[in-house]
């Protein structure tokens, strides 16, 4: 897979995982790209059926790390692997998610980490996936990331009452839910 020459921490069961959900018609979000590991493997989904991939991302220093990218180096990167990037939101989530108005058959979500965000994520953008698509989070159950799980966990608590997502699997960090009405 060509996503795993670019530099990032998803491993290759997760991308294999993603890989397989992001083969889909549609309109596909990615929120978090970094170096574009996630981003190549969508690209590779996408293409499957010819969904249209947009990647938002501010391209901040990754909190605790020196990581840091650009709009120019996650461009190299998928070109170096020979993979088109995609359409490029180079702004916040929350700013995007107002400007962005089409029906979304998947978001990958793996933006910021910190309970706040990740939760005006799961607000502005589950309300966007249309019926039978597909909501996926990355870092779920971190030990270090603690974020993401209580927001997952409260979203999940709250739409499990409703019956309009049912978890449809999860490899190592990477944990994706189907809306069924």
């Known amino acids: 897979m060509k996503a795993m020459q670019i530099p990032g921490q998803f491993n290759e ?17 990615e929120i978090g790209a970094l170096f574009g590991r996630s981003t190549a493997v969508l690209v590779e ?7 249209h991939l947009t990647t938002i991302d501010p391209f901040y220093k990754t909190p605790n790390t020196n990581l840091r990218s650009s709009p120019e180096v996650w461009q190299a990167n998928l070109i170096n692997v020979g993979l088109e990037p995609p359409e490029l939101l180079h702004m916040e ?3 995007a998610s107002k400007v962005y108005d089409k029906e979304i058959s998947l978001v990958f979500i793996d933006g910021g980490h910190n309970y706040e965000t990740v939760k005006q994520d799961i607000e502005d953008w589950t309300p966007k996936v249309k019926e039978t698509g597909i909501v996926v989070f990355h870092d779920m159950y971190l030990p270090h990331v603690i974020g993401v799980t209580k927001a997952v966990n409260e979203w999940w608590l709250e739409m499990f009452e409703s019956r309009m997502w049912r978890i449809i699997g999860m490899v190592h960090y990477t944990i994706a839910f189907r809306k069924i009405k």
């Open 13 to 29: 069961e997760e991308a294999e995982f993603l890989l397989k959900l992001a083969s889909r018609k549609g309109n596909l979000v």
């Open 45 to 51: 989904g996408a293409s499957v059926y010819g969904a």
């Open 93 to 95: 989530s929350h700013e």
